[in-house]
């Protein structure tokens, strides 16, 4: 799954996208942001406040409970401060 | 006639404005976001999602067409670096008469503030930056057009 970062959660990162190869048991958005901090030290800092995440599922705005399905893109930034 | 547009270069409020002004209605509204002279900012940095960005942006111009009887909308979102009074963001919208261009342009900032995938970062004099949380108040206005 191509996994997309922006703002606050790109630079935390220190990359803008990485390609990554899901383990099965991984279905909604949640469980792949847990599973995702666990890979590296950046992934647990950037990640570690689920609740000051937002997300978008093949561009679409969705919530942490949304489940992934076929999705091919997923995107993880803070709160928009457009405008 | 609904035009979005993501420039890298400076915005012209009055130019963008230009084609809304000849559509045959009698009120045309507008709103100027300018990044603002605050403490030791110098300038802002816009980020963006390319794609998803305009796509949100064109559901809600869609969105604002359904609910009032309008002529024409813009939004110009500018990204990259923006110096300290300069135009960040213009919405507007044409209609038959003033309550609608009115409330229609103040929905179409509203929603994009808290729908649209930007995000800001403040640049001050001293070399620091720093993004921009995000505010509740915006959620509340936002909210405030969902709920009527």
């Known amino acids: ?83 | 006639m609904k035009i979005i547009r993501i420039s890298t270069d400076p915005i012209n409020p009055v130019a963008e404005l230009a084609c809304l002004g000849d559509l045959g209605g009698g009120a045309l509204a507008s709103f100027t976001g300018i990044a603002r002279q605050d403490g030791d900012v110098v300038g802002i940095e816009l980020e963006h999602y390319a794609g998803m960005t305009e796509a949100c942006l064109g559901d809600i111009i869609e969105k604002a067409h359904a609910r009032w009887p309008l002529l024409g909308t813009i939004i110009v979102h500018r990204v990259g670096y923006i110096a300290v009074g300069e135009p960040v963001v213009v919405t507007g919208a044409a209609s038959l008469h003033r309550a609608a261009a009115l409330e229609a342009t103040a929905y179409l900032i509203d929603c994009l503030k808290t729908d649209a995938p930007f995000w800001k970062k403040e640049h001050y004099g001293d070399g620091r930056a720093m993004w921009v949380a995000a505010k509740a108040s915006d959620d509340v206005r936002a909210a405030q057009w969902k709920i009527r």
């Open chain 1, 1 to 83: 799954m191509r996994l997309v970062y922006f703002a606050s959660v790109r630079e935390a990162l220190g990359t803008a996208e990485e390609q990554r190869e899901l383990p099965p048991h991984i279905l909604t958005i949640h469980e792949l942001v847990l599973w995702l901090a666990d890979q590296s030290p950046d992934h647990a800092s950037a990640l570690a406040d689920m609740d000051r995440l937002r997300f978008a599922l093949d561009q679409q705005m969705v919530a942490a409970g949304a489940l992934i399905g076929n999705s091919t893109e997923l995107a993880i930034f803070p709160p928009v401060t457009g405008g």
